[in-house]
Structure formats: structure tokens, C-alpha cells
């Protein structure tokens, strides 16, 4: 136990016991919200988790000595009491039996031999184990003949490329590391929207970006064939593209794909030429988005746009998505003078936003930068700033914003009490994975908000099929005054005029 400024720290160890980042995630939410609560957080014991608990003050007595396999229990309570309660509802929760998924076997494996007895027929392996063990489990999953699907993060950069050329080799496909898009013949992975099938295929190396467009389209009356995620360093110059190159290949010999999609930061340069060439090759069409990336030469097959959103218009044939300005907003307000604070879950989504206030003339700060914009400063810079919520400075500790949505709603008041800011851009996904209700939290930090306060814009990511239902956190949005905009693209270019 340590105590530190009034509280105390507790930690408990459950030896060789793993549960999933996600899992872990949601019930360490929970635990949080308890009474008495000041944090908590439940990771595997690896030296990196191990790192981001004592970076948050989490780490105490018996999780010091936790193994890679072990599972750490933190909580930071204003009681011993408090701590020693929050820590065994966790641990009964973790005790609990989980509920069967309808068509799962009745017994479930805990080797990957296991499993591949229980299920002959599969085809993919999803990998969601430490990282300092993931990439023994996916090799032996591609030995397998499996194509894998590496949610794992933590992975170093040399293993990856190992693994990923071994799969090359053996004509399997990874995805990732830290992969947490997919929709594989129609089932949404991870964090992903339930869309409906049609003839695009996605190659994405990001997964916000890969919903985004997938859920546009979804709106415009296209269907995805396959969304496949490749990891956010494929097409890096070390790793040089080696699973979207082989992901290209896999969507054009696939007779329900018609159109392909590809989505990115700006790779390296060498790296976005040999993508480009492989399209070229195709007799499909491609629409190729490497955000914010201009002035390539493109083959006649392939399109090149700078936005999520304009790549979900060309695939649409030029058709546009949704209003400038939605219908519900009316006339709108008139232009604040000040800053614009964007308060993202999304670090693609963070991304376009930025390259969007860039190309209107806006001076532009954020913790993840794009080409243009500028870092933040501590000296009061007049700039408008957009904070990538997900990014690790934020996540130590905590669960990603698009699981646990309580870091922004904290950040919130403030922004909209701030008389030095005219405009509080957000975003909110939903999906299978994230928040069950986000635009709730976003509605209780409101509550306070000045009737003279800050415009508030927002976009929402996902589909009627999605769990929350698109439309439901729009309409809880737009009651309590957001303007909600047809895309992330649409939010930022509304934010644009609304500030002066």
C-alpha cells in the first residue's frame, strides 16, 4: 500500500492470469466510477504497462514485482477501505463466468492447437496477448496456415518485420500490430460499425479513418466487401508497406470487391510509390487517401484525395455527403472571435481536422502535429488547438476515450468557459467496442454551459446498425445545442465559420 496527498494506492496480483486490453479497459471503468474511487486500472504486468502505472501513480508494493503474465490490479481511493472494496468487486468480476456467444463452443480453448481443433474451418487468428508474446503466437498462427489479425501493441518495430515477411512468404496476411479495425466477410472486429456488405474493399493503416470512410459510404448507399487493418507502421520505410501490398493483392483477386479504398498517413515517400505502382497493376478502381498528401503522380486506375470524407465522395462517383450545414442547426449563429479547441478521440479524425483549420488559414497547434501545424506551447501561442485524446500522454493508465469517455468530459467546462475560445470541436465514434453512450457524458459536461458560451460542432461516426444507434446520440446532441455535421470533415469546416 503507499498513500500519497490523502489517498492511498493499493495493488493486487493474480499470477498468470490474462484477460484482453479491452476487457481489462471496460471493467477497470467500472471499478473507477465506484465510490471513494480516485483511479484505477487493470493491466497485464509487462514492463510497459508496468512503466504507465508508475508514470500515473498507480504502481505499489506487490504490482512491483508482477510478471509479463501476471495481472495487476490498481486503485488510487481516498480510504483503505475504499481501495480494498473497489478491488474485490474486481476480482469478482473477473471470477464471474462469462456469458456464451451465441455459436461459440461450449469450451473454451486456451492454446491455439486447442482452438484449431475446436474450429479446423478458421481461417484467422486475432492475437490479443502482451506484446512481448505476441509475436510468438502469430507466427505460430501463420505456421498454422492463418492469416492473423495483431490487436497486441508493444510489438517492436524489428519483429514486425520479421513476422510480416514471413507472412509474405508463406502467402498469409497480418494485420497489425496494434490493429483495431477489421470487418472480415461482414463481421465487425474490435472497434468497428456494423455496414452493410457491398463490393469496397478498405486497406487502411488506420482504424478511426477505416470507420469513418466505411460508415460515410454506409450513408451513401455503398457497401464494404472487406476492411482490412495493416497496423499504423506498415507502410513506414522499414516495414515498407509488406501487408498493405498483400492486402491489395488478396482485394483484387476477390470477385465481390469492384472498388478499393486505401487509407494512411503520408507514408514515405519510397514506400507510397510502390503502393501506388501495385495499383496500377490492378484493373480495379482505387481511391487512394495518404491524409493531407498532394502533388503525387498517380496511375490512370487511381485517384489520390487529401480527406476521409473526399474519399468516400469519389467512390460515390462525386456524389456529396450531407449538408454544408445540417438541416437541425437552422440559420447559423453568428462567428465568435477566438481560438478553436478540437477534443478528439480519433487521431485520424484529429488529423483532418487539422489539415482542414490549415488550408483555412488557421495557425494550428496540437499534440500530434500534422505537416503544418505546430506543437503545443505552454506560453499562451494564439492558435487553435486540437488535442488527439487517444494519444499515450493521455492513455497511461486510462482507458483509450473512445471506451471511457471521462477524460474529455473533464476537459470539456473549461474549454466552454473559456473566453478566449469560439469554437468546441468534437468527435464522437461509436461502434462495436467503444462507449455504450458517449454523447451522454458529452451532454452531463454541458449542463453548465453559458447560454454565451462557445459554439459547440461535433461529428458522429457510425451507422443505425451500430449498438448505440447513430441516430440517438445525434438527437441527444443537437438537444442540448451541439450542431452535429454530416462528417468530421463537415465539423471542421463548420467550425471554420463559425469563428473569426
Not at 514485482?65 to 468480476?93: F, H, K, W, Y
Not at 495483431?150 to 507472412?167: I, Q
Not at 483495431?180 to 465487425?188: F, K, L, M, Q, Y
Not at 509488406?242 to 476477390?254: F, K, Y
Request: net charge negative; charged share 20%.
Amino acid at each position: 500500500m503507499m498513500a500519497v496527498a490523502d489517498t492511498v494506492t493499493v495493488n493486487r496480483v493474480r499470477r498468470g492470469s490474462y484477460l484482453d486490453s479491452v476487457a481489462l479497459m471496460r471493467l477497470s471503468r467500472g471499478i473507477a466510477e465506484r465510490a471513494g474511487v480516485v483511479e484505477a486500472a487493470l493491466m497485464m504486468g509487462t514492463p510497459a504497462n508496468k512503466a504507465i502505472l508508475k508514470d500515473a501513480g498507480l504502481l505499489a508494493g506487490e504490482g512491483e514485482g508482477a510478471a509479463a503474465n501476471d495481472l495487476v490490479l490498481a486503485v488510487r481511493a481516498s480510504t483503505a477501505q475504499a481501495a480494498d472494496d473497489a478491488l474485490a468487486a474486481a476480482e469478482a468480476a473477473l471470477d464471474r463466468p462469462r456469458p456464451r456467444v451465441e455459436g461459440a463452443s461450449a469450451v473454451a480453448p486456451r492454446t491455439l492447437r486447442g482452438a484449431l481443433r475446436a474450429m479446423p474451418d478458421a481461417t484467422l487468428a486475432l492475437i490479443s496477448v502482451p506484446g512481448d508474446f505476441a509475436t510468438g503466437e502469430a507466427r505460430a498462427a501463420l505456421r498454422a496456415g492463418l492469416d492473423v489479425m495483431v490487436f497486441s501493441d508493444n510489438v517492436p518495430l524489428g519483429e514486425e518485420v520479421t513476422l510480416k515477411e514471413e507472412a509474405r512468404t508463406l502467402g498469409r496476411l497480418v494485420m497489425g500490430p496494434d490493429c483495431g479495425t477489421a470487418i472480415i466477410n461482414g463481421v465487425p472486429i474490435a472497434f468497428a460499425n456494423r455496414v452493410p456488405r457491398g463490393d469496397v474493399g478498405i486497406v487502411g493503416a488506420s482504424g478511426t479513418g477505416m470507420q469513418e470512410v466505411s460508415c460515410l459510404l454506409a450513408q451513401g448507399g455503398r457497401g464494404i466487401s472487406q476492411a482490412l487493418g495493416v497496423g499504423g507502421r506498415d507502410l513506414s520505410r522499414e516495414v515498407g508497406a509488406i501487408s498493405t501490398l498483400t492486402a491489395i493483392d488478396r482485394l483484387d483477386a476477390h470477385p465481390a470487391t469492384r472498388h478499393i479504398v486505401l487509407i494512411s498517413k503520408p507514408p514515405h515517400a519510397d514506400v507510397a510509390r510502390a503502393v501506388l505502382t501495385r495499383a496500377g497493376r490492378s484493373a480495379k478502381r482505387f481511391t487512394v487517401c495518404f491524409l493531407g498528401a498532394t502533388g503525387m503522380d498517380a496511375p490512370a486506375n487511381v485517384t489520390i484525395v487529401a480527406t476521409l470524407r473526399a474519399a468516400a465522395e469519389d467512390v460515390l462517383g462525386g456524389v456529396l455527403i450531407g449538408a454544408d450545414v445540417p438541416a437541425s442547426a437552422g440559420a447559423l449563429p453568428a462567428p465568435r472571435h477566438g481560438a478553436i479547441v478540437g477534443l478528439f478521440s480519433g487521431g485520424t479524425l484529429a488529423a483532418e481536422a487539422q489539415l482542414i483549420l490549415l488550408q483555412g488559414g488557421r495557425a494550428v497547434a496540437s499534440n500530434a502535429p500534422v505537416p503544418g501545424a505546430g506543437p503545443l506551447t505552454a506560453d499562451g501561442t494564439p492558435a487553435d488547438r486540437i488535442l488527439d485524446l487517444g494519444a499515450d500522454e493521455f492513455t497511461r493508465g486510462r482507458p483509450h476515450p473512445m471506451i471511457e469517455p471521462a477524460v474529455r468530459a473533464d476537459m470539456l467546462p473549461p474549454a466552454l468557459a473559456d473566453a478566449n475560445v469560439s469554437v468546441v470541436l468534437l468527435d464522437l465514434v461509436i461502434g462495436h467496442g467503444a462507449h455504450p453512450d458517449p454523447a451522454a457524458a458529452i451532454v452531463a459536461a454541458m449542463q453548465a454551459t453559458r447560454d454565451a458560451g462557445p459554439h459547440v460542432v461535433a461529428s458522429v461516426t457510425g451507422t443505425e446498425s451500430d449498438p448505440q444507434i447513430r441516430s440517438r446520440q445525434v438527437a441527444a446532441l443537437e438537444k442540448a445545442g451541439v450542431i452535429v455535421a454530416a462528417s468530421n470533415a463537415h465539423a471542421a469546416e463548420l467550425a471554420l465559420r463559425l469563428s473569426s
